[in-house]
């Protein structure tokens, strides 16, 4: 299908399907399709020898594709502004962590909902990776912590 529509349409580049299965019936749903890369696919700049943002590049200019191989299983967790309600977020919680990676977009106001960056958490096992990751997302608040502030002063 994706083929399908790429040939029709006659562009080049990366296209991404954002599905989900409903859990009613089972049946398999498409969200979106997005003609570019999307954020659905960010754990592929941790956790695939070719990210989507490099094969967009690698596409638009004529050159073969990567591999896409996974190295290993990842999670992503997106950050919306919401988070920072309460003040910086305790990034050191994802930096002290060698298995995760954060990503702020350099948006300079949060808004409730407003997408402001993700982490990503790479492991053995997706379930390694979803637990950990669920756990880092716990420690971000600001409130979650004593003094409500956090060291790191980023904008995000």
């Not at 529509?5 to 399709?33: A, H």
């Not at 990210?51 to 200019?61: D, G, K, N, P």
């Not at 502004?81 to 003040?87: F, T």
């Not at 990034?91 to 948006?107: F, P």
Request: charged fraction near 20%; charge should be positive.
């Amino acid at each position: 299908m994706n083929v399908t529509l790429q040939d029709r349409s006659g562009s080049i580049g990366t296209y991404r399907w954002q599905r989900f299965t409903r859990p009613v019936c089972g049946k398999l749903m498409v969200n979106e399709f997005a003609p570019r890369p999307h954020n659905s696919g960010h754990g592929t700049l941790d956790a695939s020898r070719t990210s989507q943002f490099e094969q967009q590049v690698r596409t638009l200019a004529g050159l073969p594709l990567g591999d896409t191989t996974m190295r290993s299983p990842v999670v992503t967790q997106n950050l919306l502004g919401d988070l920072c309600a309460g003040g910086i977020p305790y990034w050191q919680a994802v930096l002290a962590d060698s298995s995760a990676t954060l990503h702020l977009y350099g948006k300079a106001e949060p808004r409730r909902a407003r997408k402001m960056g993700h982490f990503s958490y790479v492991a053995p096992t997706v379930e390694e990776a979803l637990d950990a990751a669920l756990r880092l997302r716990r420690l971000l608040p600001a409130s979650a912590h004593t003094d409500g502030k956090s060291e790191i002063a980023a904008t995000i």
